[in-house]
């Protein structure tokens, strides 16, 4: 992927934004670990961030490729199966950040890249991510998703100065996190009709050259499905860099927004209810698929019906909330207490404009469509129902959106369907 080309695309673009990403190589192909050496030619002091996985997969290959530098290194070790991106794992890292050091590698995907990226954000450091799994697309973003205080948060950082993808080893990782990158693509028909909605409903900043291409290139990858599936390592390459794309274009404008809404909250809800609770929940990217999947049915019934104002009960939220957040409570309604939208009444405007809204929803593919998208990968959707109970999928349908500070069809549906 040629990011200086892409940078020329989006120079003087009708939006009105400058578009840039501060990542300065990107190299996804076979071998694309070799480039590391050379990558790495101007630096001394280098902290290598793995997990135990990512440390017997490349650990060596890495520490081979290094040999000469002064590199220390540092294995996360996993909590409950997995190592959970919050305030304990943030402070290892940085404990191991000295003054002498010059970079932070991080080895591996969404956790490590996350931590790594917020640690070399707050220490004024260059970073470089050597991907080991297609799974997500933040890699290139200039956010990263964290769990602190028991919320969901994404705090701003900068991409990576470096992204590295071998075709080699991304053709070989768990098939569950090559579906689930596959997944988080396949998403990006839900929140982009999210973001169109908002643009109109509240004048929120849009961008139709980013949204374009978010959406041609959910397109390609969707077309590659059976071979993603089977592990082609050319269609492997090109959802990765499909997923790397995606994450330019959030950095192009500063935010998620044309990669993350309703069906990321879905899953941000299942992943905090499940830590909070000690329940199982699905791989990032999968969450994402079946949850707009699960979202194209809602939003099928709503185009069905027409919009009438539902009043806010503030007394049985606070108790709704308190009860599905337990001890991450009263970070949710501090979040919302400040935003306010329950109390705005914009029905003036939803009732005189529905027909134009239920064009905006319309962009979004059927069930019946999501459903053969996520068939195509191998994935199989009435796995979704049977991990999450009725009650988990209607409170995630009304308080999932609480999560976060963006306006999206769960907004519209609590406020006028439910």
Same mark, same amino acid.
């Not at 992927?1 to 940078?7: S, W």
């Not at 490590?112 to 931590?115: A, E, G, T």
């Not at 948060?153 to 950082?157: C, E, K, R, S």
């Not at 997923?243 to 995606?246: G, H, I, K, T």
């Given at each position: ?7 020329k ?9 400058e578009?840039?990403?501060?990542t300065?190589?990107i190299e996804i ?8 050496k050379?990558l790495c030619e ?9 997990d135990?996985?990512?440390y ?6 890495i520490?081979?490729?290094l040999n000469?530098?002064?590199f220390?290194?540092l294995?996360?070790t996993a909590?409950e199966?997995?190592v959970?991106p919050?305030e304990? #794992?943030?402070k290892? /890292? %940085? ?6 050091t @010059?970079? &932070?590698?991080g080895?591996?995907?969404?956790v490590?890249?996350?931590?790594c990226k917020?640690v070399?954000?707050?220490k004024n ?5 050597v991907a080991t799994a297609?799974s997500?697309d933040g890699y290139?973003?200039v956010?990263s ?7 969901k ?5 900068r991409p990576?100065?470096a992204?590295?993808?071998?075709t080699e080893?991304l #053709?070989?990782a768990? /098939? %569950?996190?090559?579906?689930?990158g596959?997944g @988080?693509i &396949?998403g990006?028909?839900s929140?982009?009709?999210d973001?169109?909605l908002?643009?109109f409903?509240?004048n ?10 978010t959406?041609k290139c959910a397109?390609?990858v969707?077309?590659?499905?059976n071979?993603i599936k089977?592990?082609d390592?050319k269609?492997?390459g090109k959802?990765?860099e499909g997923?790397?794309?995606?994450g330019?274009?959030?950095?192009f404008?500063g935010?998620?927004r ?8 879905l ?6 209810t499940?830590i ?5 929940y699905?791989?990032?990217g999968?969450?994402v ?7 194209a049915r809602?939003?099928d019934?709503?185009?069905t019906?027409n919009?009438?104002k539902?009043e806010f ?5 606070l108790k709704?909330?308190e009860?599905?957040?337990t ?12 935003l ?5 009444d914009?029905?003036?405007f939803?009732?005189s ?7 905006i929803?319309k962009?979004?593919p059927?069930?019946e ?5 996520v068939?195509a990968v191998g994935?199989?959707?009435?796995e979704?129902e049977?991990l999450?109970s009725?009650e988990?999928?209607?409170g995630a349908?009304l ?11 769960l907004?519209l549906y609590?406020n006028?369907?439910?």
């Open positions: 992927m040629d990011i200086v080309k892409l940078r695309k989006f120079s003087n673009c009708q939006c009105g934004k578009h840039n990403c501060n300065k190589a192909k076979k071998g694309a670990i070799n480039k590391l050379d101007n630096f001394n002091s280098i902290l290598v961030v793995f135990e996985n990512t017997m997969l490349c650990g060596s290959k520490k081979s490729l000469g530098k002064d220390s290194e294995v996360l909590q199966k997995v959970i919050n304990e #794992k943030l290892e /890292i %940085e404990e191991k950040v000295f003054d002498k @010059d970079l &932070i590698i080895v591996g995907s969404g490590i890249n996350d931590l917020q070399s954000f707050t450091l260059p970073y470089f991510i297609p997500m290139a973003s956010g998703a964290l769990i602190l205080k028991g919320m948060v994404t705090l701003n950082a990576p100065m992204i590295i993808g071998d080893i #053709k070989n768990p /098939i %569950e996190m090559i579906r689930a596959y @988080d &396949i990006k028909y929140c982009l009709v973001w169109k908002s643009a409903i509240n929120e900043y849009f961008c139709k050259k980013v949204y374009n291409l959406y397109n390609s969707k077309r590659l499905a071979k089977n592990r390592e269609a492997i959802l990765m997923l790397v794309l995606v330019v274009l959030m950095s404008v935010s998620s044309p990669a993350s809404g309703s069906e990321h909250h899953s941000h809800y299942f992943e905090i499940g909070l609770d000690n329940t199982e699905f791989a990032h999968i969450d698929v079946y949850s707009a999947t699960f979202l809602l939003k019934k709503m185009l019906s919009p009438k539902v009960n503030k007394e049985q939220y709704d909330i009860r599905i957040y001890k991450s409570a009263s970070e949710v309604i501090k979040l919302q207490e400040k306010g939208w329950y109390y705005s914009d029905s003036a939803i009732y404009n529905w027909a134009k809204i239920k064009k929803i962009k979004s059927s069930f469509k999501f459903n053969k998208m068939t994935l199989d959707y009435s979704f049977k999450y009725k988990k999928l209607d349908i308080y999932a959106k609480d999560l976060k500070d963006r306006y999206t069809v907004w609590y006028y369907f439910r």
